[in-house]
């Protein structure tokens, strides 16, 4: 029988409301040691909480039968009032009594995943919605968490074990009933999984970006109004401006939330030669840095064009302190007056809404390799097809190769290293 495990679900410090999460065997029969009685599954009701003649907490108190829960297991929870006091009694009240203990880190979603109630993929969103700070990252976070992911690799899986059967059966019953070529059935289902998967891969890398964020990068000369453009989109003196060139020397980050869109623009050192040791030292982490942007915005004071090593596609030029041209046209920004800052907003979101539509449900490194390696047995399948009847045998091992890469994607099979790594960036609560 396993522990039974409480914790505060709410964050820490003062609050109108704090919720206190059970689960396990004992978690009905500690609210009723506190309160007297338990409320109907799934009905929440008036409470008080005592120990002996100390009252608590007046609470609501709300229970789930297990199988009926998040965890699978018994699960209780008391609302309470959200002080630190009154949490801390309850806290102490179930630490002493037997059987109970406080959770660990994402042990909650742990018990969720080995009793089937969400599978590693759901997991992983959910983390992620709890992490999301933007409508496009809450979006996508709830599509994962609501299956997404998981349909289409349950998808492909019924593809790939349904090509696999009909190799094995052509091999081991050709006395039965099977059809006398099954190639043309095989290739069609192995195009189709391999078409999905290139799609699932190839919308992973925009996916990865909307969940950990996008980066634009603030390009430019020494003494071009980079850090006070970057000032004007934060709303704040997030760095320091001067008329002095060469003032940044370092990146300056700034987390921002354009139209649903989780970016971070950066502030980098003016790009010139320098004899200046420390400003070489900025100007190359400003080249890296430039490079490794989703998107740069080049700032000139004249008409140059700009650098064509770190000009991508959709890189966006503007005429530099658009203040002092006497008609600020539609090229032009100033930092200092903010004129053209609200067009140069939309033209980034523009860009970086393009993209996302081309996300995949795969949202993490972890898919794309599973998903990979998948193609990679999908590759010597189809290449032992070929062989005919002779690579039957072959192709459909590496079939059960290709299956068993999107087993681990759902965490089916063999993901027990990952869990610790994932289930510690959650909340104790959770």
Not at 58 to 66: C, G, N, R, T, Y
Not at 276 to 302: C, M, N, Q, S, W
Request: proline letters at 3%; one cysteine or more.
């Amino acid at each position: 029988m396993s522990d039974t495990i409480f914790a505060e679900a709410t964050a820490l410090g003062k609050a109108g409301v704090a919720v206190v999460r059970l689960s396990g065997p004992q978690a009905h029969s500690a609210v009723r040691a506190l309160a007297g009685d338990v409320p109907p599954a799934r009905q929440a009701a008036l409470r008080v909480l005592r120990i002996g003649d100390d009252v608590l907490d007046e609470a609501l108190a709300l229970v789930f039968d297990a199988g009926a829960s998040f965890t699978g297991e018994a699960v209780a929870e008391l609302h309470l009032h959200g002080s630190r006091a009154v949490v801390a009694s309850i806290l102490a009240a179930l630490a002493a009594m037997p059987g109970l203990r406080p959770a660990q880190a994402g042990e909650f979603a742990r018990r969720a995943l080995e009793n089937g109630r969400l599978d590693l993929t759901e997991i992983e969103a959910l983390g992620d919605l709890i992490e999301a700070e933007t409508e496009v990252q809450r979006r996508q976070a709830q599509a994962v968490k609501s299956g997404a992911l998981r349909d289409a690799a349950e998808g492909l899986r019924a593809d790939l074990v349904r090509a696999a059967a009909l190799l094995e059966a052509s091999i081991d019953f050709a006395d039965e009933e099977v059809p006398e070529d099954v190639v043309p059935e095989v290739t069609e289902l192995l195009e189709r999984a391999v078409a999905a998967i290139e799609r699932l891969v190839a919308g992973s890398f925009t996916a990865e970006r909307i969940r950990d964020g996008f980066e634009v990068a603030i390009v430019g000369a020494p003494n071009v109004g980079k850090s006070t453009l970057l000032n004007r989109l934060a709303g704040r003196d997030a760095a320091i401006t001067s008329d002095v060139a060469g003032t940044t020397r370092d990146v300056i980050e700034v987390r921002m939330d354009l139209l649903g869109l989780p970016v971070t623009i950066l502030d980098t050192a003016g790009i010139r030669e320098s004899d200046d040791v420390v400003e070489k030292l900025g100007v190359a982490r400003a080249r890296e840095r430039a490079l490794a942007a989703d998107l740069r915005v080049f700032l000139a004071e004249r008409a140059e064009a700009p650098e064509t090593g770190l000009m991508g596609p959709d890189d966006i030029v503007l005429r530099a302190k658009g203040d002092l041209v006497e008609s600020v046209a539609k090229d032009a920004v100033s930092g200092l007056t903010g004129a053209g800052v609200d067009r140069l907003i939309e033209r980034i979101v523009d860009v970086l809404s393009t993209r996302a539509q081309g996300a995949s449900v795969a949202t993490r490194d972890r898919h794309r390799v599973a998903f990979q390696a998948s193609l990679t047995y999908l590759d010597a399948a189809r290449t032992q097809l070929a062989f005919g009847p002779e690579g039957f045998d072959l192709a459909a091992a590496e079939l059960r190769m290709a299956t068993a890469a999107i087993d681990q994607l759902i965490g089916r099979v063999d993901v027990e290293s990952l869990l610790d790594e994932i289930f510690s960036s959650f909340c104790i609560g959770k």
